[in-house]
């Protein structure tokens, strides 16, 4: 369970968050691909950033705020984003996690909720 109800925002303290926060997505990157272990970006704040090239695999943003974010082309589909609101954002050329279904994502693009994973079989 999140230590952080689902609708707060937190700082995260991690170099590599001060550096997408600072739209250095080459920098980013870069850094990313030096660590063996990732640091959780959830409950982030990405409201308003360029994150354009930004490699996502790997990466925690569950319950993250992306509101008029610029998004397009990242690659989602093996991020957590689940809770996740992307009100407002460019998401052309988006993939997003399979379990994402297109009505989450559309309802999420135009009214600002939370994107919920669909449930798998049994």
Excluded at 30 to 54: N, T, V, W, Y
Excluded at 56 to 61: E, H, I, P, Q, S
């Amino acid at each position: 369970m999140d230590e952080f109800q689902d609708h707060e925002l937190h700082h995260i303290d991690h170099p590599l968050y001060e550096i997408l926060r600072s739209e250095d997505i080459k920098t980013f990157n870069a850094e990313k691909a030096k660590l063996s272990e990732l640091p959780s970006f959830a409950h982030g704040d990405f409201r308003g950033l360029d994150m354009r090239g930004m490699d996502a695999k790997g990466l925690d943003f569950r319950h993250a705020y992306f509101r008029g974010s610029d998004l397009r082309g990242i690659d989602f589909s093996k991020s957590r984003v689940e809770g996740a609101s992307i009100a407002s954002a460019k998401i052309s050329g988006c993939y997003f996690p399979h379990r994402l279904e297109a009505d989450e994502i559309v309802m999420s693009l135009n009214h600002g909720t939370r994107m919920r994973y669909a449930l798998l079989p049994k």
